[in-house]
């Protein structure tokens, strides 16, 4: 079935750091891919999303390409901040619709000033 | 705009209870979908509804029911409450499910089986 696997955490990284969150996932159609954040004690809200092979998803300094070939979409930041600490969760919807998301387990992401 | 609004924030049953929760949708939004997130893990999909019908399910056993009304607020009712069943549950709000839009999430209702 459809699923995704993304690295485990936590991450712990210095103010301005690079960053990077592995992600794949395997899928039988053509799913449309998603980075979901979740701050503490809040609800998900949607960082990133491509729809296709080779979009390149950004939002916040954040950016994820859509990689069919290698069933991918990593999540990077250039530099990122205290604010950034989160739980970054990535996911998957098999037909490519607003239908059920499939998520991988969560990467906890601190960012220590 | 309120966004997606569940109620209640926190809940505290007894195993072998039962349990509703309830969710709004975004305003606009004709779909709800339910989602468990049990403790360090993704969202786990229950169920979708969509013209007050439950139009996908997920690996959930039957004691996991639900229902739309007409103004497109839902309820997630769990029979025979279980320990396993402590999770954060999560309400997503979205529009025409055969269209790729965003679905926005609420902040979930955290319950707890003793």
């Known amino acids: 079935g459809d699923s995704v696997t993304q690295m485990e955490g936590p991450v712990t990284l210095s103010e301005e750091a690079f960053l990077t969150i592995n992600c794949t996932y395997t899928?039988?159609?053509?799913?449309?891919l998603f980075w979901y954040v979740q701050y503490p004690g809040e609800g998900l809200q949607l960082l990133l999303k491509a729809t296709k092979a080779d979009d390149k998803g950004s939002n916040k300094g954040f950016e994820a390409t859509y990689r069919k070939e290698t069933t991918s979409f990593h999540l990077e930041k250039g530099s990122v901040q205290v604010s950034d600490s989160a739980v970054y969760f990535c996911?998957?919807?098999?037909?490519?619709?607003?239908?059920?998301?499939?998520f991988g387990k969560g990467t906890k992401l601190t960012v220590n000033p | 705009d309120a966004g997606v609004t569940q109620s209640p924030t926190h809940l505290i049953k007894t195993r072998g209870q039962q349990v509703t929760l309830r969710c709004s949708p975004k305003?606009?939004?004709?779909?709800v979908s339910w989602y468990q997130q049990a403790l360090g893990q993704g969202p786990q999909f229950i169920f979708q509804y969509y013209e007050e019908e439950e139009r996908q399910r997920g690996n959930f056993p039957d004691r996991f029911s639900g229902h739309q009304f007409p103004n497109y607020s839902s309820e997630l009712n769990v029979n025979a409450l279980l320990l396993g069943d402590s999770a954060l549950y999560l309400c997503?709000?979205?529009?025409?499910?055969?269209?790729?839009?965003?679905?926005?999430f609420g902040q979930g209702t955290r319950l707890t089986v003793v």
């Open positions: 997503a709000s979205s529009l025409d499910p055969g269209q790729a839009t965003e679905a926005f």
């Open positions: 996911a998957l919807s098999p037909q490519g619709g607003s239908e059920k998301l499939v």
């Open positions: 899928a039988t159609g053509y799913p449309s």
């Open positions: 305003s606009g939004h004709d779909t």
